[in-house]
């Protein structure tokens, strides 16, 4: 068995989970969310936990097991606690704002980089660490979206700048100076 796939999802205090049809749909105090899974893996609701089944120990059914597991598991966790990812803003003159719901940067550019949030995400600004938080219930697309801003301006080895996410290390590299001796 899938260490992962047969560990059961506890549901926390004012988590409700519908499964029909292998369409599960999670609702809880941050919000709802919705998703179609495959028919191989069989759910079950019982006692506030759900637990996985697999029919055979092929190797894609075993992945799907873990996989639909750990989907759920997010889902649950999500509509519950809610995920946040953070990026922090390095070098001079870069500087990122919120207007409206809109997220505003000077990433060293000619012009400002505005970002529309999608449904469900939401960011904040710290003006003093130049920390920009994105925070939403879908963990998938929190992380997708802090990828797309990073993509902006990705960390350079040289000097360090861009964006990067908190605890990111940046390899350095000495430069044209270094090369010498």
């Given at each position: 068995m899938s260490r992962i796939g047969k560990m059961p999802v506890s549901l926390p205090k004012g988590v409700q989970v519908e499964i029909?049809?292998?369409?599960?749909?999670?609702?809880g105090p941050k919000g709802e969310l919705t998703r179609d899974f495959s028919t191989q893996i069989?759910?079950?609701?019982?006692d506030g936990k759900i637990t996985f089944t697999r029919p055979s120990?092929?190797?894609?059914?075993?992945?799907?097991?873990?996989?639909?597991?750990?989907?759920?598991?997010?889902?649950?966790?999500?509509?519950?606690e809610g995920f946040t990812k953070s990026l922090q803003v390095e070098g001079v003159g870069y500087r990122a704002e919120v207007k409206g719901k809109q997220l505003v940067m000077a990433l060293g550019y000619?012009?400002?980089?505005?970002?529309?949030?999608?449904?469900?995400?939401?960011?904040?600004?710290?003006?003093?660490?130049?920390?920009i938080t994105i925070s939403g219930i879908d963990k998938e697309l929190v992380g997708q979206v802090a990828a797309d801003i990073r993509k902006w301006r990705p960390p350079e080895p040289y000097k360090g700048k861009g964006l990067r996410y908190v605890g990111e290390h940046v390899r350095r590299k000495a430069g044209k100076a270094g090369k010498a001796g």
């Open positions: 029909k049809n292998n369409t599960v749909r999670v609702k069989t759910m079950e609701l019982n120990d092929e190797r894609r059914i075993r992945a799907l097991h873990g996989t639909t597991r750990a989907l759920i598991n997010n889902m649950v966790k999500g509509v519950s000619s012009h400002p980089v505005p970002v529309d949030p999608p449904p469900g995400i939401s960011f904040a600004v710290d003006e003093k660490t130049k920390v």
